[in-house]
Antibody, heavy 122, light 107 residues
Framework: EVQLVESGGALVKPGGSLRLSCAAS????????MNWVRQAPGKGLEWVSS????????YYPDSLKGRFTISRDNAKNSLYLQMNSLGADDTAVYFC???????????????WGQGTLVTVSS | DIQMTQSPSSLSASVGDRVTITCQAS??????LHWYQQKPGKAPKLLIY???NLKTGVPSRFSGSGSGKDYTFTISSLQPEDLATYYC?????????FGGGTKVEIK
């Protein structure tokens, strides 16, 4: 069974940093591109980042470039999101999601974790 | 960025009704569109990919159609378990963008 389990969400002060993790199991992690998607409380979905199977290719929306860094460790079946200079509008549930097999680095997201809550507040 | 305009933002329908949701992109996205279902308090689930392909295991009452800028998601016979918010998402151009969502309620 495919499982994605996020962790690392916490209450953090404005300007602070946080590193999220996503532990994958039940599939060959290194053969799938991965994404992070977030959802602010009561709001819609927002794409955060994508990373290729090997980690060579990485993508962000312009609004997050320079503050967020996606990475992966295929030996540990893990995906990460380093978030710096956090502000109140980064408050959200952060989901990791797998790209459907046969697609590129940011195709349909066929499996999602349950999400981890990041709250940015003083 | 490609804007995805989804409508309606909410709807209420009875069990057995046909439900239709539309998603309009700000430019041609060449069928590079997916539909997700998000039940309250849960993660999204992929239902339809590339405009009309049903993900394995998804009930056949769900379907998608469209082309160019305009896409439609249909539930042919609404069931109580379909209570959820539905999102479209394009991947033709980065950044990936989602529609605002359609909340489906059961009368």
């Amino acid at each position: 069974e495919v499982q994605l389990v996020e962790s690392g969400g916490a209450l953090v002060k404005p300007g602070g940093s946080l590193r999220l993790s996503c532990a994958a199991s039940g599939f060959s992690f290194s053969t799938y591109a991965m994404n992070w998607v977030r959802q602010a409380p009561g709001k819609g979905l927002e794409w955060v980042s994508s990373i290729s199977r090997s980690g060579t290719f990485i993508y962000y929306p312009d609004s997050l470039k320079g503050r967020f860094t996606i990475s992966r460790d295929n030996a540990k079946n893990s995906l990460y999101l380093q978030m710096n200079s956090l502000g109140a509008d980064d408050t959200a549930v952060y989901f990791c999601a797998r790209v459907l097999s046969g697609y590129g680095d940011y195709g349909p997201l066929d499996s999602w974790g349950q999400g981890t809550l990041v709250t940015v507040s003083s | 960025d490609i804007q995805m305009t989804q409508s309606p933002s909410s709807l209420s329908a009875s069990v057995g009704d046909r439900v239709t949701i539309t998603c309009q992109a700000s430019q041609d996205i060449d069928n590079h569109l997916h539909w997700y279902q998000q039940k309250p308090g849960k993660a999204p689930k992929l239902l339809i990919y590339d405009a009309f392909n049903l993900k394995t295991g998804v009930p056949s009452r769900f379907s998608g159609s469209g082309s160019g800028k305009d896409y439609t998601f249909t539930i042919s016979s609404l069931q109580p378990e379909d209570l959820a918010t539905y999102y479209c998402q394009q991947y033709d151009y980065l950044p990936l963008t989602f529609g605002g969502g359609t909340k489906v309620e059961i009368k």
